[in-house]
């Protein structure tokens, strides 16, 4: 058992592994500045005993609430990710990427403790590789609307390994390819959760271009499953972790339309520039070393996201409700 700190703690995927260390009976501090995590995310929570929540950001100087313990693991789940953000946040995730990454290194530093960064399957860019394996360097335009993410993680990536190699800190890296499931925000840009806010209203689904790009999604319970294996092993290199099911936006939409019993139908919208036409992981070193694959059929995974999340939060009506944070 570990005492685990959680960078972006508060988002979608942080909050998902803060549940499985807590089952696990780690302890968890969780640290988000909630530009893009919600409070909501972590309130059931709220009165864990092994967990705390401390609301800053990373960029800046750490506060005596985060330096004031010392972790096993320092986690680094910290920065916008979709693509609404890259047009409305480029300078916080070039410097989260950067800056914040650095500040959560040194942190790992001090206390010998293992650290974890989440990179993406966007550093592969549209690759021209596919599947795409861990050791393809990319198809990645560097200064494209989509380069503020691709490039801080390919930078975090970079630093990471400066880290290892030079100041001989435990370091992994995961690139994490799609991944869906409760939690996620309803108005973020993703294919899944637009679709699915589409269909249970039976408005149209809107597709960009003809619907046969492609991209491989990953249920989050599956992801944390391998993140934290990743964490635990004794890797240094990057690895992927990803659903290797390849679909069509237009096999998603009519997915989300079954699954949803919906009227809606399938509109089609221009391509946004450098929009990935394929994206697939090849997950073969990480089953190799970490004895990991997804088990979560997308279908599967769809009803489950409908489950467990309320009309209203698929709608996306509460993502502008703020509750206070208190640090404990």
Known sequence: LMRALIAGGGGFIG?????????????????????????????????????????????????????DDHYD??????????????????????????????????????DTARFFLASTSEVYGDPLVHPQPENYWG???????????????????????????QQGVDTCIVRIFNTYGPRMRAFDGRAIPTFVRQAISDQPITIFGDGSQTRSFCYVADLVDGLVRLAESGEHLPVNIG???????????????????????????????????????????????????????????????????????????QESERTPVVAR
């Open 243 to 317: 659903n290797p099911n390849e679909y069509t936006m237009i096999e998603l939409a009519e997915a989300i339309i079954e699954v949803l019993d919906s009227s809606s139908t399938i509109v089609h919208e221009s391509l946004p520039v450098d929009d990935p036409q394929q994206r697939k992981p090849d997950i073969g070193v990480a089953r190799e070393l970490l004895g990991w694959e997804p088990k979560v059929s997308l279908l599967e995974g769809l009803r489950e996201l409908l489950e467990r999340s309320s009309r209203a939060t698929l709608l996306g009506r």
């Open 15 to 67: 909050s998902h592994l803060a549940d499985l260390l807590l089952a696990r009976g780690d302890e968890v501090v969780a640290v988000d500045h909630f530009v893009t995590g919600r409070p909501v995310n972590v309130a059931h929570l709220r009165d864990h005993d092994r967990f705390t929540i401390v609301e800053h950001d990373i960029t800046t100087d750490m506060p005596a609430a985060v330096l």
């Open 139 to 165: 198809n990645v335009n560097p200064i494209g609307p989509r380069g503020v993410y691709d490039e801080a993680k390919r930078y975090a990536e970079a630093l990471t390994m400066a880290y290892h190699r």
């Open 73 to 110: 693991a320092v986690l680094d789940l910290a920065s916008p990710a979709s693509p609404l953000d890259f047009a409305t946040l480029p300078l916080e995730i070039l410097a989260v990427g950067s800056t914040g990454t650095r500040n959560l290194l040194e942190l790992a530093k001090r």
